[in-house]
């Protein structure tokens, strides 16, 4: 057996062919969901990058291996302290490690560890390797001639598990000019009205309809080059869309080229193939576009296709966390799962999964988020100056996937169960460490990481853009940062 898993950054579920979306962003994905498994409700338990990746690869929630956050304590996994023995269990346990340890030959692509410092990435893989100098900015076709070399050298081999890692949807979607833009005639997808943008634009928050890309247009210099200022037109927005979907199918036309590397060697039939993502993107839920900064919907709910020889083709429609697939993909390859883990094996004969989820944020704002039944409720301790965000937020997201409408309000019953189950998880994951729950440890160094220091400026700039009742409120909230 053989497992290439593609790990494609900011990769938004509704914005794949097989979830749904109208715009052709992903041919090779939607054909590799006909002949695989497409798990239409996988979540990231954590996110974004760094506390996504630690999640999939210990198989525990980040409130236990205690990485949450982009930066300060809850930026590293938790010391295992007296217990760790001669290899650590993050070694031991890892992903990846658990394939080495059971035999596997395995080989990660990527530039994760050194954006990130992660280097605890690298538990497991046999090659670690950063062929390409972007440190997160690279484009695929810096990352893919690396991918075929290996698969040149190793490919005909017998059980390898080979981790590639593209970037190309993460900001500031940077695909090459020559690949032109496949939806320059498509239409902005038809629930981001200019009733929406109109709403949007009176908001406060880095990443706002204002400033999306970051506290102010021109943060990092000037916007990317397929990129507006703003989002003071539908014409802008359709820019930020388009950006964004340009990068998903450059993405796909590299998974196109690793499949068809793959039949060239004559092991496809007999190669295993996963596509996902660590987190998504928001394009106007809850204000923020370009970036991904809650812990709702359209950051934590990402897209898990699994090819898998043998295995029938279908749609599974439970709720799953990531590093419940990556459990799934264990099991599969006859690789017990150890009982430290979170993740568990996925039904996938019996299409069932779990009744809710709880997801978490520490990254941009210190949130966490219960998905159950039709609902998603947001509990939040510190908005990332979001100043609309409430303490408490509840969405219908089956009716309302863009979280246009809170029903906190409305819904009491639904809103009540959605803080009762945050309460008992969050009760049961504290009981199983001996340690402070991060997301409180965040708060407790400054707050979000991206956000630190940002305050004084941001109030300069929102008062100077008719934003001054978004100051005040800020202000009152975060007295304490300035």
Known sequence: ?????????????????????????????????TDGVRFAKTYASDVPCLPSRAALLTGTFGIRNGVVSHGGSTADLRYEGARRGFVSRYAFESWAGLFYWNGWHTASLSSFPFRHSATWWNHGFMEAMNLMRGMGAERADQVIPGALDWLERSGRADNWFLHVHLWDPHTPYNTPDDFGNPFATDPVPGWHTDDVREHNWQFAGPHSAQEPWGFTPDEWGPPPPRQPWDASSMEAVKAIFDGYDVGVRYADDALGTLLNKLDDLGVL??????????????????????????????????????????????????????????????????????????????????????????????????????????????????????????????????????????IFGEDTAQASLGASLLHGWTTIQLARTDLQDPMDVVRDEGGPYHVRKHLGPYLERLRATGREHWAEVLVQRHRDEL
């Open 1 to 33: 057996m053989r497992l290439l898993y593609l790990d494609i950054d900011t990769l938004r579920s509704d914005h794949l062919g097989c979830y749904g979306y109208d715009r052709a962003t992903t041919p090779n994905m939607d054909a590799l969901a």
């Open 269 to 406: 039939d007999d190669t295993a193939v996963l596509v996902s993502s660590d987190h998504g993107e928001a394009f106007g839920e809850l204000g923020v576009y370009a970036d991904h900064q809650a812990a709702d919907e359209a950051t934590c709910h990402i897209p898990a296709i699994l090819r898998w020889p043998g295995v029938a083709a279908r749609v599974h429609n439970g709720m799953q966390y990531h590093f419940d697939i990556a459990a799934t993909v264990l099991d599969l390859a006859g690789i017990r799962i150890p009982d430290s883990w979170d993740g568990s094996v996925v039904d996938i004969d019996g299409g069932t999964g779990r009744d809710h989820l709880v997801l978490s944020q520490g990254a941009w704002s210190c949130q966490r988020g219960v998905r159950f039944g039709d609902h998603l409720y947001l509990r939040t301790w510190h908005d990332g100056y979001h100043g609309h965000w409430t303490d408490e937020m509840l969405f219908d997201v089956v009716r309302d996937p863009h979280e246009t409408k809170d």
